[in-house]
């Protein structure tokens, strides 16, 4: 069964760093998309960062210069470092991943991983 397990979240002091991890496991033949979302309390899900599976990367506006998104292809791993954490960056952070699961077709369907809690205290 295909999964996407996060970690590396928790709780830290404004200014401070967190990277977190996504790794896909499970029989997969292929991965394009690997992103990161963020879903803070009585917000809409948004994007954070996205990568392609060339490497190309694109952020929000909001964590441009201080959030780099980065992919282990060997290891189905996306990761997400966080420098300069600001409390507005408090949310529950998924990971999202396009994942081809047959071998019979060039199917990619979106899995999401569980989320894992990211508190910048003030």
């Known amino acids: 069964q295909v999964q996407l397990v996060e970690s590396g979240g928790g709780l830290v002091q404004a200014g401070g760093s967190l990277r977190l991890s996504c790794a896909a496991s499970?029989?997969?033949?292929?991965?394009?998309?690997m992103d990161w979302y963020r879903q803070a309390p009585g917000k809409q899900r948004e994007l954070v960062a996205a990568?392609?599976?060339?490497?190309?990367?694109n952020y929000a506006e909001s964590v441009k210069g201080r959030f780099t998104i980065s992919r282990d292809n060997a290891k189905k791993t996306v990761y997400l470092q966080m420098n300069s954490l600001r409390p507005e960056d408090t949310a529950v952070y998924y990971c999202?991943?396009?994942?081809?699961?047959?071998?019979?077709?060039?199917?990619?369907?979106?899995?999401w991983g569980q989320g894992t809690q990211v508190t910048v205290s003030s």
């Open positions: 999202a991943a396009d994942l081809r699961s047959s071998v019979w077709n060039f199917v990619y369907t979106r899995y």
């Open positions: 499970g029989t997969i033949f292929g991965i394009n998309a």
């Open positions: 990568t392609t599976r060339n490497g190309t990367t």
